[in-house]
């Protein structure tokens, strides 16, 4: 199985958007996974650039994100908002979507119901919809995640561990057989260290968070060995360290304890030895 590395556009939007994909492709990323603006030019921009770099990169990949704003909105608009974003989404054809969907204050009915507009989208185009384990949405929360996996299981997910850690302030020791149910739907990684009360340490190479790392890697391990030995040929990871206020910052200056850009390649490389280039049988 081979692992393709992208970059998290978060943190470059003062970037233009051929300057980004530059920035990205000369980085010597896999490909870039973005939350396109909402209006204006950049996204056909990004797209122009893009195609351009396809022509000497034919294999960079482009993963859309779908994340919209917290509105006072009922469910019906909501989900109407969230058919219209993935569609438009979906026209860019992307390798697939990565979907922060629904809310974690819905009902549970309400949140299929977000789910299956998201599978309907997926039929009609084409193009897979995977759902981001990520505080605020349906998936918030390990346990409660469960009984979405039962209704659906042919969902597939983005593994954001860091997430459930926040949420139930631990590292999750007491939960790994809810986290073995969850594992096999997890189809995309984002390489993001967190802690019991962040998503994300100051720097995950630091010797104090080194505990933390070695869990998350054994996560990470595992949604590698289960993908490898169903036979799946490419897998794809986002190191996704991100700037203020995920990454923490001195106070009264503000200034971030760590260059996100330089963590998140540090990630990668990192990544990249442990599993020998993507060549080495992934641990138990």
């Not at 980004?20 to 990004?46: H, W």
């Not at 984002?190 to 070695?214: C, I, T, Y």
Request: proline content about 7%.
């Amino acid at each position: 199985m081979e692992i393709k590395y992208t970059c998290t556009a978060w943190g470059c939007e003062k970037v233009d958007a051929a300057g980004l994909i530059n920035k990205v492709a000369g980085a010597g990323y896999d490909g870039i996974e973005i939350n396109m603006p909402i209006g204006g030019t950049f996204a056909s921009e990004f797209i122009s650039a893009y195609e351009s770099l396809l022509k000497s990169r034919p294999g960079f990949i482009f993963i859309a994100q779908q994340l919209t704003n917290p509105e006072n909105e009922n469910v019906d608009t909501y989900i109407s908002k969230l058919e219209k974003r993935l569609l438009e989404l979906a026209a860019y054809q992307p390798l697939f979507i990565n979907s922060h969907t629904g809310k974690d204050y819905y009902s549970f009915d309400d949140n299929c119901r977000a789910i299956e507009t998201a599978l309907n989208v997926s039929s009609k185009t084409g193009i897979p919809i995977l759902h981001e384990t990520h505080r605020g949405r349906f998936s918030f929360h390990a346990p409660t995640l469960l009984p979405y996996l039962k209704k659906f299981p042919e969902m597939e997910l983005v593994g954001d561990f860091s997430h459930f850690c926040t949420v139930s302030e631990s590292m999750l020791h007491d939960q790994q057989a809810i986290l073995d149910q969850i594992i096999p739907h997890v189809s995309h990684l984002h390489a993001r260290v967190g802690f019991e009360q962040m998503p994300q340490v100051s720097n995950p190479f630091a010797p104090e968070w080194k505990d933390h790392l070695d869990r998350f890697t054994g996560w990470w391990d595992q949604v590698l060995a289960h993908q490898k030995s169903a036979g799946k040929q490419e897998f794809t990871i986002t190191p996704e360290f991100g700037p203020p206020p995920y990454m923490p910052v001195m106070p009264f200056t503000q200034v971030p304890l760590s260059d996100q850009w330089e963590v998140n390649l540090q990630m990668r490389e990192y990544l990249k030895e442990l599993y020998i280039l993507n060549k080495k049988a992934f641990r138990n």
